[in-house]
Each structure stands twice: as structure tokens, then as C-alpha cells.
């Protein structure tokens, strides 16, 4: 995750009364829903949805044939992606919370 991220999700659970507890969480959450759940979602690495779906497909698939193209294909997309990380920072960091 994102250290920016971390750094302003535990700010925001720093107000709460019960701070390092699970109910931190869920004592903020009412306050500001959207926030929480935007800053957890642009602070995951698009990477780990991918390798996600890839797993399940590869577990999926009984074709040797579909199992070794979506292997090589995700490691095309894999190399692709990490080229152009540092290229498409908007679309990793996602845009500004307001």
C-alpha cells in the first residue's frame, strides 16, 4: 500500500476514542464512509486485481493449451505494466481525494 495513504487512513482513525482496535475502524466509518473506502481502494496496486484473475483462470482452465497462453499473456501484461508505472501515475495513484 501506499505510504500516503496508510499515513492519512491512520490519521483518520486517530480521532476515534478506541485507537489499534478493530472498532476503530467501524467508529470512523459512519463519519466519513467514502474516504476510507477510496483511500483502501487507490492505495491497492491494480497488479494484485490482475494476478487475481489470472490465478483463477489458470486454476480454472483443464486445457494445457488455455493454461500456457493465459500464463504467457500475464507475464506480456505483467512487464507491460510495470514499464509503464512510472509513465501512467494517475492511473496507479488514482486522483486526488477532495
Avoid at 489458470?58 to 505494466?81: A, G, P, Q
Wanted: positive net charge; glycine residues 2%; contains cysteine.
Amino acid at each position: 500500500m501506499n505510504d500516503r495513504y496508510i499515513e492519512e487512513i491512520e490519521e483518520i482513525l486517530a480521532e476515534s476514542e478506541h485507537h489499534d482496535s478493530i472498532q476503530n475502524l467501524q467508529n470512523v466509518a459512519p463519519k466519513n464512509p467514502k474516504k476510507i473506502s477510496a483511500l483502501l481502494l487507490r492505495a491497492v496496486n491494480p497488479l494484485i486485481y490482475i494476478s487475481c484473475i489470472m490465478a483463477a483462470v489458470l486454476l480454472i482452465s483443464t486445457n494445457i493449451k488455455i493454461l500456457i497462453t493465459v500464463f504467457l499473456v500475464s507475464i506480456i501484461l505483467f512487464t507491460i505494466m510495470l514499464k509503464t508505472k512510472n509513465k501512467h501515475k494517475k492511473f496507479w495513484r488514482g486522483k486526488p481525494i477532495d
